[in-house]
Each structure stands twice: as C-alpha cells, then as structure tokens.
C-alpha cells in the first residue's frame, strides 16, 4: 500500500474538518471544546475547522462567531459558513469539502455522536496509505428499534437495487484524500446525493473503522422522518436504474395474466355449462392494472423530477456568508470585530464564492503550513 508522505519536512500537513450543524446551539460548545481538546494534542498537524451552518434558526451561529471561531490555537484556523437557509446535510458537507483546503479532509456531525477521539486513528489510517477512511457505527445508544429496523431496511433496498455495495453502518464520519475531495468537488456535482455512497463507490483505497456512537449531546435527530425519506429516495434514485425497470416486469405479468383470463373465458365460453359472469373480476382486474400503471408513472415522475432538477443547475447551496480567518495567535482570544477574519456577506452564488475563497485561503495555508 503506498502511503501519503507528509509534507515537507518544516510544514506541518493541513486536515480540514468539515462540522456540519443545524440548530445545535444547545450542544456545539461541550462538542467544541471535546474537538479542541483532541486536535491540540496533535501537535504534529495543522487543523482548518470548518463550521458549515446549514440554516440554523436557533443560535448556533452566534457561537460560532462569538464563542468559537474567535479562539484561535497554535495548530488550529477557522472557517465558518453560513447557508442562506436550510439545504440538509449532505449540502452542507459538500459545501466544507468544497471550501477546504487540507491535504486529508474529514466530515463529521456538531452532536458529539461521531467523537473526537477517534481523530487521530483515521489520521493513522490516511498516512497508512488509504485514500478514504469511512467509520463503521458498530453500536449506536440512541437508536431505537423502530429506526434501527428502517436503517436495517434501507440498506437491504438500496444494495439489492444498486449495483455497488453499501456498508450497513457506514456513516457520515469519514475522512478523504485531496484526491477524492476533488474528484467529489469537480466531478460528483449531483443534486440526489450520498457522499458515503460515492466513497464507498469509488475504487480507491478504503478503510473502514469501527466505533461507538455515544447520545447526543443535546436535543433530538435532525433528521426528521421526511427528510430521512428523501435521503432513501435520493440515494435510491442517485445509485440505481432498477427502479425504471419495474414496467417491464407488470407488462409481462398482465400479458400473461391477460392470457390466462382469456383462455379461461374462451374455454369456459366454449366447453362450460354457463359463461363466465365477469363483473367482479373485471373491476378487479381494473383496479389492480391501474395501481400498477400509477405506480409505474409515480416511479418515472420521480426520475424525471430528479432529471430536471439536474438539468436546472441550481447550486447546491447557497452561502449567505462566509468567514476565513487569516491569523494566528498562540491561546490569544480575539473578538470578531478584530478583523481577523476575511468576511464575505451574501455571496450567493457557490462558484464565486468558491473563487474569492481561493486568494484568502491560500494565503491561510501559508500562514498555517508553519507551526511556530
Ligand atoms: N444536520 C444538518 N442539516 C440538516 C440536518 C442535520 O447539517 O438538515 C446536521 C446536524 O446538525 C448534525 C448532523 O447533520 O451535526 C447529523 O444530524 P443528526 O444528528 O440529527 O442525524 P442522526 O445522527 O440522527 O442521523
Ligand atoms: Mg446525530
């Protein structure tokens, strides 16, 4: 297995670390402070902290900006994203994936389910040779039967209709080369999307570790039902065609159902002692063809929703506004006014956002690639 040297002797490496949130004020200090205290003590590594708001309506912003981007370690810069509203989590992670500009990147929840702790084994594993690294949640505290049995279902749909496999457990807690962050970033621009899919779907190399997914650490999933729905629906639609398929088998069953009705009728028409009285088994022969041909047009409206929505080219995401920090002070606590951070206010549209960031970005490596 080749392995991905580290950088220049004198430059510590840059890891990005994508935290997406949604309404987690109540949790993301004690998750912040967990975080802080783990990427300290690797010393040997530079860390860019990503802070992805995906339209929070609480105020997990206002600690981002007030509570946590303004303490700036030895090792550790910020970045903090605000979307305009709330695009869901895969949005958002994509958005830190875009934005990041470390030699290893790694994605993972605010809530305290994806532990900081285990940073520095997929450190080891990247440096090992892997190009990703994709956590395997082997117990989960929270997860009662009722989602465990829909999780557990999930996956036997999406890897029986899909042509790659899945992981059961894999989670959004992984960790990607530049390699494939770019690949994900340039190439895998879909708006039905399932980023530990595309890892997983990828060829290159890939370690799975496993964990254990302690309780939130405040409040409930944000993922609600519906939303849960739309990513198994998304991820149905973004990892198979099958689906599209299924006319094909009600065609073949009606032929042959058409053709056992009407031997049945023409015999009994022909040898029986009364013909056949079909008012019944007509109307349900009806009602059965049409839920099958209204199943078969809801599975191609849905394609073809998915179809336009790709052929609109929407952004993903829509930044509403985004702050780099450029400098670094050992343990000095900076307010936000302080103009250490580049700020960009409705930059809406991704690509120049993406563009602005580049210039500012580049400069904070610079400056970050050094440990004093
Ligand atoms: N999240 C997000 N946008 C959403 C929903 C969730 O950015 O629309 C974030 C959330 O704040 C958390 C992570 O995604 O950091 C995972 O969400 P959650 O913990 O609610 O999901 P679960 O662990 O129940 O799968
Ligand atoms: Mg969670």
Known sequence: MQSNSKQEAGKSPLISVVISLYNEADGVLNFWSDLREELTTLTEFCFEVIWVNDGSKDKTQVFIDEKIIVIIENNITHCSIEFSKNFGHEAAMIAGIDNAKGEAIICMDADGQHPPAEIAKMIAAFY??????????????????????????????????SSIEIRNNATDFFLISRQVADILKFNYREKNRLIRGYIQSLGFTLKVLPFKAPCRLSGESRYSYTKLVKLALDSVFAFSNKPLRISIVFSVLF????????????????????????????????????????LTITI?????????????????????????????????????????????????????????????????????????
């Open 128 to 161: 090992a040779g892997n190009n990703s690294v994709l956590m395997e949640r082997i117990y989960r505290e929270d997860e009662g039967l009722f989602k465990k049995w829909l999780s557990s279902t999930f996956y036997v749909i999406i890897n029986k209709l």
């Open 300 to 372: 191609l409206s849905l394609y073809f929703e998915k179809v336009i929505q790709e052929l609109r080219q929407r952004p993903l995401y829509l930044i509403k506004r985004l702050r780099v920090g450029n400098t670094r002070t050992s343990g000095d606590i900076h307010s936000s006014k302080d103009n250490d951070f580049s700020i960009f206010e409705d930059h809406a549209i991704m690509r120049v956002t993406n563009h602005d960031l580049e210039t500012i970005a580049n400069k904070q490596l610079q400056s970050c690639n050094y440990i004093d």
């Open 255 to 294: 032929i042959l159902l058409t053709v056992l009705f009407g031997g049945y009728s023409l015999g009994m028409y022909l040898f029986g002692d009364t013909p056949p009285s079909g008012y019944t088994s007509i109307i349900l022969l009806l009602t059965f063809s049409f839920s099958l041909l209204f």
